[in-house]
């Protein structure tokens, strides 16, 4: 026994002195590789080099061109830079230019649909905005003020004169709110929605425009606190959804042809269509069956002109009665067919409501012309063909119960967890990972806003995230001095933006190796996450970033995160694309290897021909 004692007491001393040891070892070796003579920061200051990050960039996001002041554009750069495109293109939209455009059918508005060049025809230069563009008016000034050389096309004062659309005044168009269907102004047209609709109450959050002209609607319903996803076509009037943007108003180029709408189902909780010029009565009520497709169950469709109020307006709209009676017999046929409720018809006005589920009427919707629609996802819309068949709702329990969950009414509905989630409808996310990545983007947000202090001011208005997953990114930002797109790539694993429309926020489906549905030069921040590592192997990251800078207005900011060797890569693009650039570190260290990206669109303009 007296043996094991004084074994025992050998062992715990001969612990305690090896402890000991190791511990003044790693103390020495830390003080002198911090003393700089041992080579832990020569390893770390060779890695910060290759990567060339940093934790604090400093750039400036300030705008500072004016249309007197136009700066030397003639940067030096390691890499060849790409020339500016030629003036011609400073309107430049890859997939709706005009010329390809008239090549394609005229029926169902095919040649008014999206039509993108072969690679070979793609453009590899810089879009140079028009000589004396300036940085827009702020909100809430650009709502009803755009500088006229920003989008000098006059077209649109002329058409729409006596219509109070838009004003030329000196070098600024003016927004005076009116509309063709509303010529006492937007405020008094939303009033008389408002007195069926429940506008102010939160329940009514997302709109969709259709044949929106230049979106005074959608400008006007922001005061509601509904964010109005408006679209046109690019047509006769000319620029109606540059104007859009410009204005600080959520629009893209669109049409309803014979293609999908590039979003999901049941996202909306209002559709709206003034005088839009759908032929709503034609091609079996097609056109009413997407509406219906992207109308939240208990959603509302307004159409407001022809054919609605005939008896007293047909003799302005010079068409025959019995032409517009029978117009609108139709309508009401479809809507019956749909299981829309008519809820007012009133001053050229008429608004219906949409179904809460399929169960109230089933019998109605087993009619022997028209078939439930066979889709293996709803989500599946990309370049996909409109049908003749009705989208059939998620299944429910009695009749009073809303098909795919009840929303809660907004703001409350923008954090609280999205019925699609709840349901468990959206593989690989659930409530809890859902909370997670609110929490995280609240996080990457304070670090944005500590490197770009103009965030949160009214500096950036329209907002793009290319990849906006479930949204958290937008609805960390989401005030009234802005807005964001958010856009879910087609090639994503898993579509979220169902969850995105049931938050309250806006967006749509896009393949980034086509170009955006929208002008040059129509947002001021664009936002990207682990973009260019989904499309590592599928288009070139040129093709990205130049779309990127076509739809970056002058001197607006860029800031993408992804891992450090795609971000490498596109920086060596971007500084070609004469960018100021800068990377970062990720917010919890150099060790992740996640980095940020910030960078600034240089201002450019057409050059003068004599220099």
């Known amino acids: 026994m007296a043996r094991n004692l004084t074994e025992n007491r050998t062992r715990n001393t001969l612990i305690v002195v090896v402890v000991f040891g190791l511990c003044t070892f790693f103390y020495l070796l830390g003080a002198w590789q911090r003393s700089g003579s041992g080579g832990g920061d020569r390893i770390q200051n060779w890695v910060n080099e290759q990567t060339k990050c940093a934790q604090l960039p400093n750039l400036n996001f300030e705008t500072h061109h004016r249309a007197s002041d136009l700066p030397n554009n003639t940067g030096s750069s390691k890499i060849k830079p790409f020339e500016p495109c030629d003036e011609q293109y400073t309107d430049y939209t890859p997939c709706e230019e005009q010329k390809r455009a008239m090549t394609f059918p005229r029926d169902n508005m095919i040649y ?5 060049p072969p690679d070979k025809e793609k453009l590899y230069c810089l879009i140079p905005a028009p000589k004396g563009y300036v940085a827009p008016f702020r909100w809430p000034k650009s709502r009803d003020f755009v500088p006229y050389a920003n989008v000098p096309h006059k077209s649109l004062t002329v058409e729409k004169a006596i219509q109070n659309w838009v004003h030329y005044e000196g070098n600024v ?3 005076p709110g009116g509309g063709t269907q509303f010529p006492q102004g937007a405020d008094t047209y939303i009033d008389q929605l408002a007195s069926v609709i429940p506008i102010a109450e939160g329940k009514v959050r997302t709109a969709l425009d259709t044949g929106c002209g230049v979106a005074s609607l959608g400008a006007y319903l922001l005061k509601k606190n509904v964010l109005t996803m408006s679209f046109a076509p690019r047509d006769n009037h000319e620029a109606q ?3 859009a943007l410009e204005r600080g108003v ?12 590039p979003f999901p189902s049941r996202v909306f909780d209002m559709a709206h269509c003034s005088r839009c010029l759908i032929p709503w009565s034609g091609n079996d009520g097609m056109y009413m069956m997407e509406v219906d497709r992207v109308l939240r169950p208990g959603g509302y469709w307004v159409l407001s002109g022809p054919p609605i109020g005939w008896k007293i307006h047909y003799k302005g709209w010079k068409r025959t009665k019995e032409d517009l009676q029978n117009e609108q017999r139709k309508i009401e046929q479809f809507a019956e067919l749909l299981c829309w409720k008519k809820i007012s018809e009133k001053d050229g006005i008429a608004i219906w409501r949409k179904r809460l589920n399929d169960k109230s009427c089933s019998m109605k919707q087993d009619s022997p012309k028209i078939g439930k629609c066979e889709l293996a996802n709803d989500n599946d819309v990309w370049y996909k063909k409109m049908e003749v068949c009705i989208t059939p709702l998620p299944e429910v329990n009695s009749v009073s119960e ?3 969950g009840q929303l809660e009414p907004f703001p409350k509905r923008l954090n609280a967890v999205p019925p699609r989630i709840t ?8 409530v809890q990972s859902y909370e997670e990545d609110n929490k995280l983007w609240q996080k990457h947000v304070e670090a944005y806003k500590k490197i770009n202090n103009l965030l949160d001011t009214r500096r950036y208005r329209n907002i793009m995230d290319m990849n906006a997953g479930l949204g958290s990114f937008a609805a960390a930002l989401e005030s009234p001095k802005l807005w964001v797109m958010n856009v879910i790539p087609t090639i994503a ?8 429309y049931e938050r309250g926020l806006i967006g749509m489906y896009h393949d980034w190796c086509e170009g955006f549905s929208t002008y040059p030069r129509t947002y001021d921040l664009i936002h990207s996450n682990a973009i260019f590592s989904l499309y590592q192997n599928k288009c070139k990251f040129e093709d990205i970033l130049l779309e990127m800078d076509r739809i970056l207005r002058p001197e607006g900011a860029v800031i993408i995160r992804d891992k450090v060797d795609a971000l490498v890569k596109a920086e060596k693009i971007a500084k070609a694309m004469r960018w100021k650039t800068r990377l970062a570190d990720h917010e919890s260290g150099p060790h992740v290897p996640e980095k940020i990206l910030f960078a600034v669109k240089r201002y450019r303009v057409v050059a003068n021909k004599s220099s």
């Open 112 to 116: 008014r649909e999206r039509h993108c």
């Open 402 to 404: 809303v098909a795919g």
């Open 241 to 243: 959804v540059q104007f």
């Open 423 to 430: 349901l468990g409808s959206v593989p690989g996310f659930s």
């Open 493 to 500: 694993n898993t579509s979220t933006l169902g969850v995105i």
């Open 250 to 261: 959520p629009a893209y180029i669109g049409v309803l042809g014979s293609i999908k709408l």
């Open 173 to 175: 168009f003016r927004f």
